[in-house]
């Protein structure tokens, strides 16, 4: 049984997901609750030495090497950090999870997406998200924020990102009760307004029915 709160921040890379984490992190302990900050690849030392491999190795990586990296990354996560985590009662704002795994190694990287859900499942032992916000932003946009220096993922083509994307707002139309869509082109303050309604709203919910 875990009592505490799990939101997940999904979206391209320079959708504005770490940025509205940052400030969703400051107002929730404002109002006093208690909250950890986690993200995907990488939250513990396991997932250091994988998230390097991911974002800075060299030479090619084998698709199917790739997905399974970021699950193992994942398996590990949910274990030690997350399920723990919400079983103190904390809020787990964890930026990136299991979407992006269907959005850029299922629709990106075009591998069989059942297999990728069913995986998925198998790394996170039950532990679905509470919450999960979809930052949605114009692929030439979220490349101009992202700017010059990118790392391994960020470096792959339009056409990749432009499939994430599409899969991500696909996702959000086969979950909307879980999935919320927010138009991340605007600017940070109104779309931190827009995050913080969808939040507060859930949380008073989840409070008032005491689960
Ligand atoms: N709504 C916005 N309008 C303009 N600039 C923004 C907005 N949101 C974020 N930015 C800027 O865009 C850049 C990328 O933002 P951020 O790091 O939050 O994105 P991200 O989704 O976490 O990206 P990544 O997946 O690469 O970690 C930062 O320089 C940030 O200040
Ligand atoms: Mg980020």
Redo the contacts with the bound molecule.
Sequence with gaps: MTKGFFITFE?A???????QLNKIKDLLEEEGFDVVVTREPGALLIGEKIREILLHHEEHIADRCEMFLFLADRAQHVEEFIKPALEEGKIVLC?RYTDSTIAYQGYGRNQNIKLLTDLNNIAINGMVPDLTLL?DVSTETAMQ??GEEKDRM?SIGADFHKRVRNGYLELQRKEPERIKLIN?N???EN?YNNTKNIILDLITHKEEKGV
Aim: charged share 30%; hydrophobic share 30%; proline share 0%.
């Design positions: 979206g890379d320079g959708s504005g997901k770490t940025t930026d930052f924020r992202v960020e991340a605007n600017s940070i779309v």
